[in-house]
C-alpha cells in the first residue's frame, strides 16, 4: 500500500475544497464563491485499490488576519503542511496575485514535494494561453509537478489522481477503506446551514456567522437537527433573520433540501439566531464553537 497525507492549500477562493469534492464525487467539503468559507482542517479519504490519499483540506492562507479566527485559519492550513508527505498547491490558472506568492514562500520552506495545481483552466481563454501560464508556474518554483486542471469541470483530475501515490510512502492503511471523512454528521450539517446563509447573506456578514448544531437526533420515520446560528452583534440579528422570517426560512429550507438527500432520510430542522459578542475574536468563544486552536 501506498498511504499519505495530501495537504491542499493556497489563498482563499481557487477551488480548494471544490477538487476534493470532486475527485471524491461527494460533497467532503461545502463551497461558496466568497473567501473563508473553510475554516477548519477537514479530512477527505480516497482509498482505490493499494492507495490511499487523505487530502487535507484547509482554510485559504491569507493576508487579512485581523481577527482571532483568522489567525486560527491561517495556522490551521500551516500547520496542515508539517504533516504532509505531499503538498497541492492550488492557484487559478493565469491569475496569480501576491497572495499566491505568500503562499509559495511558506512552501519553499518546507520539505514535502509540491505539486502546482492551476485549477480553473476552463477560464482561460484562449487555450494557448495555457503554455504561457505554465511556463509563468515553472518559472516561479522547482514544482514536483504542474497540473493544469478544472476541479468544475473535472478536467484532468484522473491524471492528479494517477501522479500522487508515487509521493506517498509505502505504508499500511491508515483510515478504514469506508471512511470518507474525519468529520461527523453534526459537524456537516452545521457546514451545510453556513453554505446557505453565506450564499443568501451578503458583504462582511458571512465571516461573523457561525452555526453550532444543539441537537442532532435520529428518530424513526426523521432526523431532528436544532441549531444556532451566532452572530457577532445585535444589528445582525435582523439581517439573518429577514423581513418576516424570509432569510431564515430560505435558508432552513436549503439546508433541510440537501441535508435529506444526503442523509438519505427526512429532515426536520429548527433554526435559532442568537448574539455573541465578538465571538469571532475571542480564543475562549471560537473554542467552545468548534474551532480548534492547533
Ligand atoms: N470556473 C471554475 N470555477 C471554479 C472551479 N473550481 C472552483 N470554482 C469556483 O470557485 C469558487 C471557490 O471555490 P472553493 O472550492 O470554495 O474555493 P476554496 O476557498 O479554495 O476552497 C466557487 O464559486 C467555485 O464554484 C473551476 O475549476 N472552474
Ligand atoms: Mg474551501
Given at each position: 500500500m501506498r498511504c499519505g497525507f495530501v495537504a491542499v492549500v493556497g489563498?482563499?477562493?481557487?477551488?480548494k475544497s471544490t477538487l476534493i469534492n470532486a475527485v471524491m464525487g461527494t460533497k467532503v467539503s461545502i463551497v461558496t464563491a466568497k473567501p473563508q468559507t473553510t475554516r477548519h482542517r477537514i479530512l477527505a479519504v480516497y482509498t482505490s485499490g493499494d492507495v490511499q490519499i487523505v487530502f487535507v483540506d484547509t482554510p485559504g492562507l491569507h493576508?487579512?488576519?485581523?481577527?482571532a479566527m483568522n489567525r486560527m485559519m491561517n495556522r490551521t492550513a500551516a500547520n496542515a503542511l508539517a504533516d504532509a508527505e505531499l503538498v497541492l498547491f492550488v492557484t487559478e490558472a493565469g491569475r496569480w496575485t501576491d497572495e499566491d506568492g505568500d503562499v509559495l514562500r511558506r512552501l519553499q520552506q518546507i520539505s514535502a514535494p509540491v505539486i502546482a495545481v492551476l485549477n480553473k483552466v476552463d477560464l482561460v481563454h484562449p487555450k494557448e494561453k495555457l503554455l504561457e501560464v505554465i511556463a509563468e508556474a515553472s518559472a516561479r518554483h522547482e514544482f514536483a509537478e504542474i497540473l493544469p486542471v478544472s476541479a468544475r469541470k473535472r478536467d484532468n483530475l484522473d491524471t492528479m489522481l494517477s501522479l500522487?501515490?508515487?509521493?506517498?510512502?509505502?505504508?499500511?492503511?491508515?483510515?478504514?477503506?469506508?471512511?470518507?471523512?474525519?468529520?461527523s454528521v453534526e459537524f456537516h450539517a452545521a457546514e451545510v446551514i453556513r453554505e446557505k446563509l453565506t450564499l443568501s447573506l451578503h458583504q462582511e456578514l458571512p465571516y461573523g456567522l457561525t452555526v453550532q448544531i444543539e441537537r442532532f437526533e435520529v428518530e424513526a420515520e426523521r432526523t431532528t437537527i436544532n441549531a444556532i446560528i451566532w452572530v457577532e452583534r445585535n444589528s445582525q440579528k435582523g439581517i439573518v433573520v429577514g423581513k418576516g422570517g424570509s432569510v431564515l426560512k430560505r435558508v432552513g429550507k436549503a439546508a433541510r433540501l440537501e441535508l435529506k438527500q444526503s442523509l438519505g432520510r427526512p429532515v426536520h430542522l429548527e433554526l435559532w439566531v442568537k448574539v455573541k459578542d465578538n465571538w469571532a475574536d475571542s480564543e475562549k468563544d471560537l473554542l467552545s464553537l468548534g474551532y480548534e486552536s492547533p
Open positions: 489563498r482563499p477562493n481557487v477551488g493576508r487579512k488576519a485581523g481577527k500522487i501515490p508515487k509521493y506517498l510512502p509505502e505504508s499500511p492503511q491508515l483510515f478504514p477503506a469506508d471512511m470518507r471523512t474525519d468529520r
